[in-house]
């Protein structure tokens, strides 16, 4: 089914070929063969969910120039949940396997960012690494959409079941991968953004013998003491009406001071409608769901203000029991990672702030040691998602070109020993889409 080349990669041969793989631990899959395998063909024969990718890349994201033959594998592991729809079949846990026919010998891994689902990074994750020649591998995380939050039995259980959906596809794809080309990948990468950049720092931090490296991608930080979500949320949803009903000065000091990158003014309101809210209710039902108080539903009520029933703009944190801190600690990062990991975040990120998020995750992974497998880059003008560079084109440059060019780097450096520059910040001028992080 498959014949050795240079380098120890294989390619998969005739129209069958690996049509029997399966992968280990899989309840169910499903496989086809597409004459191409990025959204160019996906998107034509149904086997991507254009709403899962929604809104995540610029619309001048240019498509890959070539179809990329080869296997989709459709699949779900066991879960208890059914909060995943796709295929019909109201099940977690669900993931995505490409296996391109022309394969470079290498495998990347990632996980849906947000509350999206297995096909979320299909243009700026996906497609790339298809382009590139390698076998790509997707996962929910193992629960998803707006009633995330309700998975689990215990405080926490959400988000800890995210780092072990990841790990247990890492390893099934890796055992896939060589079943189905008849040798072992010989570099697997970890990458991802948003909440997928955060399971890529935990993933390197847990598991670095599955790794080679790893690029994050403006992941949210966890410390049970802070900085993490509710640090910083419910100043926002307290402060934000009133500076945006009369722009009182000095609630927009206290959104700064909270950590919103001055000068993102103009991306308060669109965040304050889509993310802020929803954001603080759904996570802090994950690890505290009795704050809402009697008879109130465990994610609050939308949009309440201070003093309100249910408000989470009213939302102390550092009061809270001990055993939400406990909760939080479950999923915390501590910056002791065991492989290279290249970070990038956009400096007008409104959503999850550079300062808070990742700034202070250099700081951890210097503080444990591991500053020698670490660089970190600022993008100017760069935000949490490139979509909304369509709203703001003057304003807002995409983070995608910055992200191909830092994953080549990384490349560069595990497979060539090719130092990347030191952590820096990529200024508004300087170029980020020419591949050559030498340049910034």
Not at 83 to 110: E, I, S
Not at 318 to 326: F, L
């Amino acid at each position: 089914m498959a014949d050795t080349t240079e380098g120890g990669a294989a390619r998969a041969v005739g129209v069958d070929a690996g049509r029997t793989v399966r992968v280990p631990g899989a309840e169910r899959q499903q496989v086809v063969r597409l004459g191409d395998l990025t959204t160019v063909g996906t998107a034509v024969a149904g086997h991507t969910v254009l709403a899962d990718w929604e809104n995540l890349h610029a619309s001048g994201t240019p498509r890959p120039e070539r179809p990329v033959p080869g296997l989709q594998i459709d699949g779900c592991f066991p879960a208890e949940t059914r909060l995943n729809p796709h295929h019909g079949w109201h099940h977690d846990a669900q993931f995505v396997l490409r296996l391109p026919d022309d394969w470079n010998g290498k495998l990347v891994v990632t996980a849906a960012p947000g509350i999206r689902r297995q096909y979320a990074t299909d243009r700026i994750i996906s497609d790339g690494a298809l382009a590139a020649g390698y076998a790509y591998a997707a996962t929910d995380k193992g629960n998803s959409g707006p009633d995330f939050h309700t998975a689990g039995h215990h405080p926490g259980d959400t988000l800890v079941d995210w780092s072990d959906r990841l790990y247990e596809l890492a390893v099934a794809a890796r055992l896939a991968v060589r079943r189905h080309y008849g040798t072992e990948a010989h570099r697997t990468y970890v990458t991802g953004i948003s909440n997928g950049g955060y399971l890529t720092r935990a993933q390197l931090e847990r598991h670095p013998d599955l790794y080679d490296g790893g690029v994050d991608w403006e992941g949210p930080l966890w410390m049970a003491e802070g900085p993490n979500l509710f640090t910083y949320l419910p100043t926002v949803l307290a402060h934000y009406p009133r500076y945006r009903d009369s722009g009182d000065p000095d609630a927009a000091a206290r959104l700064i001071e909270a950590g919103l990158p001055a000068g993102s003014e103009f991306l308060w309101d669109i965040h304050h409608r889509t993310y802020w809210d929803v954001t603080q209710r759904t996570y802090r039902a994950v690890f505290d769901p009795h704050h809402p108080g009697p008879g109130l539903p465990p994610a609050g009520v939308p949009f309440a203000g201070p003093g309100e029933a249910g408000s989470d703009a009213d939302y102390d944190y550092p009061n809270r029991p001990s055993a939400v801190h406990e909760a939080v600690a479950r999923v915390a990062l501590t910056g002791a990672i065991g492989k290279p990991l290249l970070s990038l975040h956009g400096t007008l990120d409104a959503f999850l702030p550079i300062t808070l998020h990742s700034d202070r995750y250099a700081d951890l992974v210097a503080a444990a040691g591991r500053g020698r497998l670490h660089r970190q880059y600022r993008v100017e003008g760069g935000n949490h998602v490139d979509g909304f560079c369509d709203l703001f084109p003057a304003r807002l440059r995409p983070l995608l070109p910055a992200y191909r060019t830092v994953f080549k780097a990384l490349e560069d450096w595990v497979e060539h020993d090719t130092n990347p520059p030191s952590s820096r910040t990529v200024a508004w001028n300087d170029r980020v889409d020419d591949g050559d992080i030498g340049t910034w």
